[in-house]
């Protein structure tokens, strides 16, 4: 049996009917990618290590006897990451041999809490030994450079946490999404290649155009019916009746009994299909402008 071209149409709404796989495919998708991505980050360790040095300040006046507005947690975090400060800090502790200006950069921070005369400085790495040398280094010489801004009057250090460890969460949302894609992606392909290969019947119409066969309901004395297996032709006679089931994978059957009436020069006067789906004949049809010949009798 001739499938001819292939039917988006058809396949859209076979695919609709088939949400459910489609949706247990994402879901072990985003599972079978997402879970192990997550667990290998957790376990082999996808961390970073952070310390916190608070500082209070006090800022002085300028000299019209105006007290300084408070530095924004942007410029602190400027002032901690410039040339100068990371400079002095490689140089006065001997860090070169550890870390990189560069490195250095990247982990430092500062944010400003409610109270404006708190700043925090952060150290972030991902390595607990060098967060601490680090952290050491800015806690020890945090006073003395603070106090050289000229809108610093003094400043106190009030505490330098310990190095507390913290799971970086990023890109596991991306792994269960991509997940998620990715089943979605198998699951439409599957179902694709599975209607490449479906040889059932499912509109009238187009079996009369991959079979060249008129449907209709009239049965006739011969009658041979096709329903997943190969059927005894054994008695067949000029005329007969083709009776195919729908949705049972009959095509090669159906082709199978076309060659053999061709070959014992037999004319397959109709056929008659059984248990044809009418909300799908429905679905296939919907919007059309003319009525549906093969919906006669057909239940919705």
């Known amino acids: 049996m001739d499938k001819g071209n292939f039917d988006g149409k058809l396949f859209t709404l076979l695919l609709l009917r088939s949400y459910k796989k489609v949706l247990i495919a994402i879901l072990l998708g985003a599972l079978i990618i997402g879970v192990p991505y997550t667990l290998s980050k957790t376990l082999i360790g996808n961390f970073t290590y952070r310390s916190e040095i608070t500082v209070h300040v006090d800022y002085g006046e300028d000299s019209a006897g105006n007290m300084y507005d408070y530095i924004n947690f942007y410029t ?21 041999t550890s870390v990189s200006e560069e490195d250095l950069k990247k982990s430092l921070g500062a944010t400003v809490p409610a109270d404006q005369r708190v ?34 009057e003094s400043a106190t250090l009030l505490s330098r946490s310990e190095t507390v460890k913290y799971f970086v969460y990023k890109n596991i949302p991306q792994a269960f999404v991509f997940g998620a894609i990715f089943g979605l992606f198998v699951s439409v392909f599957a179902l694709w290649v599975t209607f490449l290969l479906d040889d059932s019947v499912y509109i009238p119409e187009l079996f009369e155009k991959e079979t060249g066969l008129k449907v209709s309901d009239e049965t006739s004395e011969c009658e041979v019916v ?21 949705g049972a994978h009959n095509g090669k059957a159906v082709g199978y009994v076309i060659h053999e009436c061709e070959k014992r020069g037999i004319t397959i006067k109709n056929a008659k299909l059984l248990d044809v789906d009418g909300k799908l004949v429905a679905a296939y049809y919907r919007g059309s402008k003319f009525p549906n010949p093969f919906m006669n009798g057909q239940d919705d």
Request: hydrophobic share 45%; aromatic share 6%; charged share 25%.
């Open 76 to 96: 602190w975090g400027q002032w901690i990451t410039s040339d100068d400060f990371v400079a002095s800090i490689i140089e006065e502790y001997g860090l070169q």
């Open 119 to 152: 700043v925090v400085f952060t150290v972030t790495t991902d390595n607990r030994g060098k967060t601490d040398l680090i952290a050491a280094a800015v806690a020890d010489s945090i006073v003395d450079l603070v106090t050289s801004i000229n809108e610093v």
């Open 226 to 246: 096709v329903d997943r297996k190969l059927p005894d032709l054994s008695d067949i006679k000029d005329g007969l009746t083709l009776s195919v089931k729908c």
